[in-house]
Nanobody, 115 residues
Framework: QVQLVESGGGLVQAGGSLRLSCVAS????????MGWYRQAPGKQRELVAT???????NYADSVKGRFTISRDNAKNTVYLQMNSLKPEDTAVYYCNARSSGYDYWGQGTQVTVSS
C-alpha cells in the first residue's frame, strides 16, 4: 500500500515562499511518477505540477515560472518550491503518486496566502 505524507504548508504573505515536501512509502519511488495537485474551497482539484520517472516536469500555466517540482529518489521525497505566492494560490495541496495503474493521495496540507 502506497502511503504519502505531506508537510510544509502554512500561512504566508503574498510574494512569499513555501516549500512542500511529500515522503512516499510502499512503492519503488524511483519508478513512480509523482505530482502535486490543489483544491481551493468550492473548486475542483486541479493539477499543479508533475515530475516523471526520468525527471521531466509539467506545470499548470498559472504556476509556471513561480513553482518548481523536484524529486529526491534517495529520500523517497518529492518537493514543491513555491515562490512569489499569490492569494489565488490558497488551497489544500495534495501529493499524488501513480503506481500499478492506481492514483494514491496524501492527506493534504493547507497553504494560505494573505494579501
Amino acid at each position: 500500500q502506497v502511503q504519502l505524507v505531506e508537510s510544509g504548508g502554512g500561512l504566508v504573505q503574498a510574494g512569499g515562499s513555501l516549500r512542500l515536501s511529500c515522503v512516499a512509502s510502499g512503492t519503488i519511488f524511483r519508478l513512480t511518477p509523482m505530482g502535486w495537485y490543489r483544491q481551493a474551497p468550492g473548486k475542483q482539484r486541479e493539477l499543479v505540477a508533475t515530475v516523471r520517472i526520468g525527471g521531466s516536469t509539467n506545470y499548470a500555466d498559472s504556476v509556471k515560472g513561480r513553482f518548481t517540482i523536484s524529486r529526491d529518489n534517495a529520500k523517497n521525497t518529492v518537493y514543491l518550491q513555491m515562490n512569489s505566492l499569490k492569494p489565488e494560490d490558497t488551497a489544500v495541496y495534495y501529493c499524488n503518486a501513480r503506481s500499478s495503474g492506481y492514483d494514491y493521495w496524501g492527506q493534504g496540507t493547507q497553504v494560505t496566502v494573505s494579501s
